[in-house]
């Protein structure tokens, strides 16, 4: 079975600072991975996805992560962090099922809250 | 593109009544639709996979009897939490996708309050 480990439940950064958002996954095969985010009492919102294509994944909003084998890490980072990005991210990696037909399963990590300081 | 509206956003209902959410797909046919429940300052734990035209798979532990879930067309599902007790509340989080190796797009959520 697929798993994520994201490995803090909150980060503080200033604005204007960069952001590094840690995620570990453990997967028996090439997996699919996204990072969502979440404001609150909202729904999730896509940011970017890595389905084995390049390595460095560019997302909306100026997030982007690098996905890295070697690590079993899909670390989702932003050179410079804004206000607006105080939100819960997850990180969440897909099983595939069901020969692939009905769509993947999402399995999600437990979620950073990233606070953001002005 | 890829929108998905949830309704209702937030529901007070009395015990042992039940309530119905719909999740639509506004702008693209959804073959699967997936119910997520989400505890406070917890993550998304998958309740059941919804896939049109057919009986939806649930997840081990989440009564099929009690969380009711009709795909019934390719942009709507709904699920109806019956007999609705205060355990119950959370918050309903439906998501949408156009199958295969395709994302999955969130709606809203439903914050349901069973007083």
């Known amino acids: 079975a697929q798993s994520v480990t994201q490995l803090d439940s909150h980060v503080s950064v200033s604005e204007g600072t960069p952001v590094l958002l840690r995620c570990n996954y453990s997967?028996?095969?090439?997996?699919?991975l996204f990072w969502y985010v979440q404001h609150p009492n909202k729904g999730l919102q896509l940011l970017l996805k890595?389905?084995?294509?390049?390595?460095l994944v560019k997302g909306i909003n100026g997030f982007e992560a690098e996905f890295k084998k070697s690590e079993t890490s899909f670390h989702l980072t932003k050179p410079s962090a804004h206000m607006s990005d105080a939100a819960e991210y997850f990180c969440?990696?897909?099983?595939?099922?069901?020969?692939?037909?009905?769509?993947?399963?999402?399995?999600f990590g437990a979620g950073t809250i990233l606070r953001v300081k002005s | 593109g890829a929108v998905v509206s949830q309704h209702p956003s937030r529901v007070i209902c009395k015990s042992g009544t039940s309530v119905k959410i719909e999740c639509r797909s506004l702008?693209?046919?959804?073959?699967?639709m997936f119910w997520y429940r989400q505890f406070p300052k917890q993550s998304l734990m998958l309740m059941a996979t919804?896939?049109?035209?057919?009986?939806?798979?649930?997840e081990q532990g989440v009564e099929k009897d009690k969380f009711l879930i009709n795909h019934a067309s390719l942009t709507l599902s709904t699920l109806t939490v019956t007999s609705a007790h205060p355990e119950d509340s959370s918050f309903y989080i439906c998501?949408?996708?156009?199958?295969?190796?395709?994302?999955?797009?969130f709606g809203d959520g439903t914050r349901l309050s069973i007083l």
């Open positions: 998501s949408a996708s156009q199958g295969g190796n395709q994302p999955q797009h």
């Open positions: 997967s028996s095969y090439s997996p699919s």
């Open positions: 890595y389905t084995s294509a390049a390595t």
């Open positions: 969440v990696v897909s099983e595939t099922y069901m020969e692939d037909e009905y769509g993947n399963k999402l399995v």
């Open positions: 702008d693209f046919q959804a073959t699967t």
């Open positions: 919804s896939n049109e035209g057919s009986k939806a798979t649930y």
